[in-house]
């Protein structure tokens, strides 16, 4: 071939070009202006008749022009076809709702319906050869191809399904003009099915495919072409959900079961939303998940029977040995002189012990790693340990507690702001029962970081007590009267010695200091009995006891205040 004649294939497929391009199409005109007057379908017929001939002349010129072209103008065509079908598709529709007798168009439109249905197979045959070059592609195209081959095969298998649910819409117009459509049907439903089947296949490839690219990666996590390939991998099978959910919905319409390949899509897609509704997918999922539960209760239910039955054994053995193991700690512990709250510290963290091993062991009967499992807890532990700083400042004091001992249970203190008897500790708080009959829950960093007054720590105390005399009364008589109160009372102690002395020369009084000695569970009586009996005494005896007065002297003449009104 001359380069005349290149130049001359090269002219006319631009000028082929622009003759598709150019050429007016009736079809993208809205539906709606087309009446329903004799006089204007002969015009639509007349406008179909015109762009029909000029798509078979267009048609005609294809294998004149250069292969590069050629593959243009084939999809330029393709998309002639359609925009002629969606116009005779609403010219059919307006013959269809027409009440006048119009038998010679019905005739023509149902001519253009079976030309176009003829079309539309070809073009799925054709197209048919494109996807599955596209698909032999795939599998040994290379990265940097990978990606834009998966654009192509996604664009011709919409192609397709597009042109298929053409053929549908023909066939119904085609069936409501009368003619025999049975066939046409059988054979679109065969190939919809074909075009489905062979979609889900491609899924469960790809899904092989993943698995094993992923197994690589695993191996060199940095190989980029292995990355790359699993992204498309990724893309292609979504592509193949996207178009299985279409091409099984076409199916659904022709009156086929496919909640088969609806299932499909569920499981790659994870779309629940769009199939919640529909019983047969829902159940049909429902019915897979049971026959793989049973096939797994078959093939390992015996095998986890016995583990299951060992793990619960192991449990039940380190109960009992945990108890043990408490009950040996508590008569250790009587024998060594701790406090109580760390002897039961000591003995409940021995049994805890005891039941966190029969645990670990427990799970490891399962089948479960314990390692992974005791490196998640030490990182749990750590994410715990900084999100309760708090909490571990109240642990650390209340280990100083137990390790100083301060106080302990049955004691009366005065911590952190509360004074009453220690009901219960743990390693974080400390339980108060007050005079008052409240439970106050203490902080144990609250208390260890103040002043700590254990009362009952010691086996006797001194009541300390303050007597005034008026100036003008005996002190020695007073001294002799309060010796005689405090050593008549059974309560108080000879050893060590009370003590009654003058203490201060106060504004008004002469004030004694009384300071028996008695037993620590007999302070409040003694207190409360003594107080009493010098009242009573100092009365008996005439020894007067002062209280502030103030005597006020008013300088000058007295005014007199006016009288009000």
Do not use: C
């Not at 001359?8 to 070009?17: C, T």
């Not at 119904?172 to 459509?181: I, P, R, T």
């Amino acid at each position: 071939m001359n380069d005349r004649t290149r130049s001359g294939q090269a002219f006319a497929g631009l000028l082929f070009v622009f003759l598709a391009v150019a050429t007016p199409i009736a079809a993208q005109e809205p539906a709606d202006e087309v009446t329903q007057t004799p006089d204007a379908m002969s015009a639509s017929v007349a406008q179909l008749k015109s762009d029909i001939a000029g798509y078979f002349r267009l048609e005609a010129q294809l294998e004149e022009v250069e292969p590069g072209f050629r593959t243009l103008m084939r999809s330029r065509l393709d998309e002639r076809a359609r925009e002629i079908f969606e116009q005779i598709d609403a010219f059919a529709r307006e013959l269809l709702e027409s009440d006048e007798p119009m038998d010679e168009y019905r005739v023509e439109a149902v001519k253009w319906l079976q030309a176009l249905q003829q079309r539309a197979n070809a073009f799925i045959d054709r197209n048919r050869q494109t996807i599955l070059a596209l698909l032999e592609e795939q599998s040994r195209t290379d990265p940097a191809r990978a990606a834009e081959s998966v654009v192509e095969l996604d664009r011709a298998i919409k192609r397709t399904a597009t042109t298929n649910r053409d053929l549908y819409r023909m066939i119904e117009k085609l069936d409501d003009f009368g003619v025999d459509v049975a066939e046409e049907r059988a054979q679109l439903v065969d190939r919809v099915r074909e075009a489905a089947e062979m979609l889900a296949v491609a899924i469960h490839l790809d899904a092989d495919e993943l698995a094993k690219l992923r197994a690589r990666l695993a191996v060199t996590p940095d190989d980029a072409d292995l990355q790359t390939l699993i992204k498309v991998a990724d893309l292609r099978r979504e592509s193949y959900a996207e178009n299985l959910s279409s091409t099984s919905l076409l199916l659904r319409d022709l009156g086929v079961d496919s909640s088969e390949y609806r299932r499909l899509v569920l499981l790659v897609t994870g779309d629940v939303a769009s199939q919640i509704l529909d019983t047969g997918v829902m159940g049909g999922l429902a019915r897979e998940w049971g026959v793989t539960a049973l096939a797994w209760i078959n093939d390992n239910g015996l095998g986890w029977a016995i583990k299951l039955i060992v793990f619960i054994l192991v449990l039940m053995a380190f109960r009992a040995l945990s108890k043990l193991t408490r009950r040996w700690a508590e008569q250790g512990m009587r024998k060594v002189q701790l406090s109580l709250l760390l002897r039961h510290m000591i003995v409940s963290t021995a049994a805890n012990l005891v039941m966190f091993l029969g645990i670990l062991i427990a799970l490891s009967q399962l089948g479960i790693s314990l390692g992974p499992l005791l490196a998640g807890l030490g990182v749990l532990g750590f994410i715990i340990g900084f999100a309760l700083q708090d909490t571990l400042g109240n642990f650390a004091s209340g280990m100083m507690i137990l390790l100083y001992r301060p106080y302990d249970v049955g004691d009366v203190i005065d911590a952190g702001g509360v004074s009453g008897k220690v009901e219960d500790m743990t390693l974080v708080y400390t339980i108060i029962h007050t005079f008052d009959n409240q439970k106050m829950v203490v902080p144990n960093s609250k208390i260890w970081g103040d002043v700590i007054k254990n009362v009952t720590s010691q086996t006797i105390r001194r009541v300390d007590l303050v007597f005034g005399i008026s100036y003008g009364d005996d002190i020695e008589k007073a001294e002799q009267v309060l010796q005689e109160i405090v050593n008549n009372h059974p309560l108080t102690l000879d050893d060590p010695a009370p003590t009654i002395k003058v203490h201060s020369l106060g504004d008004s009084s002469v004030d004694f200091i009384v300071r028996p000695w008695v037993k620590s569970e007999d302070y409040w009586n003694v207190y409360w009995d003594l107080t009493r009996e010098v009242k009573m005494r100092f009365d008996t005896e005439g020894i007067s006891i002062p209280f502030p007065q103030r005597d006020v002297h008013v300088v000058g003449e007295a005014r007199q205040l006016p009288e009000p009104g």
